[in-house]
């Protein structure tokens, strides 16, 4: 299963994760760093984990993340370098999950990343949509995306837009605008879901 600390909302990580723990199956973990994503958090976000702990790199956040999480019976970490392997290795010698307070500065970190994104949102979800649409889960994929740099970022992109309930998609906007005033980033969401329904469209060809 694809499970990390920003799939855990945008696509139905938590509740795929619960009903696999439902029924008692043990989880091995694709793309636990999303596609080295949460290895590479924007400046003010690493600042954040670096300050409270400069030992620890930017990867070992989203690991220890995972490993609070129960059922999981092991993570799929690709690395491209020998230093990768390293950090893994000190990472999972005596792995413990992230604390209480460590939780909370690395949320901290994650709203920070998201708030610097292509579209400024901090997943706050006070825009909670009438029709359903997946307002925030929206903007932190196309935020993904728009900072995927690997070859297959469209297919990446498409795949996890389409893992989406057909009525969390962006093209089931209604602009009724009831989201617009909750916003506390004063976002024009319903022009924003438009640019990311463009988005899907142009990375499938359409």
């Not at 989201?179 to 980033?185: E, I, L």
Request: some cysteine; charged content about 25%; aromatic content about 8%.
């Amino acid at each position: 299963m694809q499970i990390n600390r920003l799939d855990w909302k945008t696509t139905r990580g938590e509740e795929q994760y619960n009903i696999a723990r439902k029924a008692n199956l043990p989880i091995v973990v694709m793309e636990p760093l999303r596609g080295s994503l949460l290895a590479n958090l924007n400046a003010e976000a690493t600042k954040i984990l670096k300050d409270y702990n400069p030992d620890a790199s930017v990867a070992s956040w989203a690991f220890r993340w995972l490993a609070g999480l129960d059922g999981i019976l092991t993570m799929l970490s690709g690395m491209s370098a020998p230093e990768h392997l390293e950090d893994n290795i000190k990472t999972f010698t005596n792995l413990t999950p992230l604390s209480e307070e460590e939780q909370k500065v690395y949320d901290k970190a994650i709203a920070a990343h998201l708030k610097q994104s292509a579209i400024g949102c901090t997943a706050c979800r006070y825009c909670e949509c009438p029709v359903g649409v997946n307002i925030a889960g929206l903007f932190s994929l196309y935020n993904q995306y728009m900072y995927d740099d690997r070859a297959n970022k469209n297919m990446s992109f498409i795949n996890h837009y389409e893992a989406l309930k057909e009525s969390e998609r962006a093209d089931k906007c209604i602009k009724c605008g009831l989201c617009k005033p909750k916003c506390p980033q004063q976002l024009d969401i319903p022009e924003l879901l438009v640019k990311v329904h463009k988005a899907y469209l142009e990375a499938k060809g359409a």
